[in-house]
């Protein structure tokens, strides 16, 4: 079946730093990518997306890109922020019609000042 | 409006015990969602319904139950509580055209 597996975490940074959070897929077909993020204490809360091969999702200062020769969807943010400090999630959607997420582990980010 | 809320936000049970988690979104979606969250192991989906009036096991069904009582409401219960249930639990639902899921603030619950 459809999987996701990213890398494991804990990441620490400090302000300003490069951020790579890597993610792999395995799926039939052509799923959807997402990146989702959960702030201390809340919901999951999307963060970017795409939707076919060579789409780059971005948002907040995040970016990342489908890559379907690699099967991957890695996150990154030139220079993180104190507040990018929470778990982000990697996850697909392969199924048409009802959205059913398959999601990775989540990676816990903490940035220091 | 105020989006996907959840009932309650704690709970502790004792094993064999049973209750109903409540759900409701009021941005009109067709499909719900209810997923457990697990230390390293991310997000599994127990069950969803993709439209009102149906609703379809996910990864991670045995020991649930599911009733859409209307399009609003999507509520998950547990007929006899095990340890094995302690989670956290988050109920979605999805705007098919933007391809967002919208989730709820979670509901911590323990099974001692």
């Known amino acids: 079946g459809d999987s996701v597996t990213q890398m494991e975490g804990p990441v620490t940074l400090s302000e300003e730093a490069f951020l790579t959070i890597n993610c792999t897929y395995t799926a039939t077909g052509y799923p959807s990518l997402f990146w989702y993020v959960q702030y201390p204490g809340e919901g999951l809360q999307l963060l970017l997306k795409?939707?076919?091969?060579?789409d780059k999702g971005s948002n907040k200062g995040f970016e990342a890109t489908y890559r379907k020769e690699t099967t991957s969807f890695h996150l990154e943010k030139g220079s993180v922020q104190v507040s990018d400090s929470a778990v982000y999630f990697c996850?697909?959607?392969?199924?048409?019609?009802?959205?059913?997420?398959?999601f990775g582990q989540g990676t816990r980010l903490t940035i220091n000042p | 409006n105020a989006g996907v809320t959840q009932t309650p936000k704690f709970q502790v049970l004792k094993t064999g015990q049973s209750m109903t988690l409540q759900c409701a979104q009021d941005m009109n979606h067709n499909s719900m969602y209810w997923y457990r969250q697990d230390p390293g192991m991310g997000l599994r989906l127990i069950y969803y319904s993709a439209s009102e009036g149906t609703t379809d096991k996910g990864e991670v069904p045995n020991g649930y139950n599911v009733s859409r009582l209307n399009k609003r409401e999507f509520s998950l219960r547990l007929e006899s509580a095990a340890p094995s249930q302690t989670s956290v639990y988050f109920c979605?639902?999805?705007?098919?055209?933007?391809?967002?899921?919208?989730f709820g603030p979670g509901t911590r619950l323990t099974v001692l």
């Open positions: 996850a697909l959607s392969g199924s048409k019609g009802a959205q059913k997420l398959v």
């Open positions: 979605a639902s999805t705007d098919r055209a933007t391809d967002t899921q919208y």
């Open positions: 795409a939707t076919k091969a060579d």
